[in-house]
């Protein structure tokens, strides 16, 4: 029933920036924590950034300064802008958010998209 779909990523030169897109859509009734998480091969799967309800953040060090993670709770939508690249932020991204569907008002689960590949070339 809830479907997170993924936009914005691609092929983008060191130094470049990239904006991803991930909006939920089906039967939703409230959404939590946002989050974006990363997984390189042969690495596991790392969160790069969250954003609570409230629009408190949290960000591995490695994209601290960089990446900056935002919502529009009306678009059921997060967002993360990625500037200054480097090719180590190559890897599938992946959205995630804790959320209650019309199901079950009392029941909140985590929903993943299906991933978006990110690279950065040198």
């Known amino acids: 029933q809830v479907q997170l779909v993924e936009s914005g990523g691609g092929l983008v030169q060191a130094g470049g920036s990239l904006r991803l897109s991930c909006a939920a859509s089906g039967n939703i009734f409230s959404i939590g924590t946002m989050g974006w998480y990363r997984q390189a091969p042969g690495n596991q799967r790392e969160l790069v950034a969250s954003i609570t309800s409230g629009g408190s953040t949290n960000y591995a060090d490695s994209v601290k300064g960089r990446f900056t993670i935002s919502r529009d709770n009306a678009k059921n939508t997060v967002y993360l802008q990625m500037n200054s690249l480097k090719p180590e932020d190559t890897a599938v991204y992946y959205c995630?958010?804790?959320?209650?569907?019309?199901?079950?008002?009392?029941?909140?689960?985590?929903?993943w998209g299906q991933g978006t590949q990110v690279t950065v070339s040198s």
């Open positions: 995630q958010m804790n959320l209650r569907t019309t199901n079950n008002l009392h029941l909140a689960g985590n929903y």
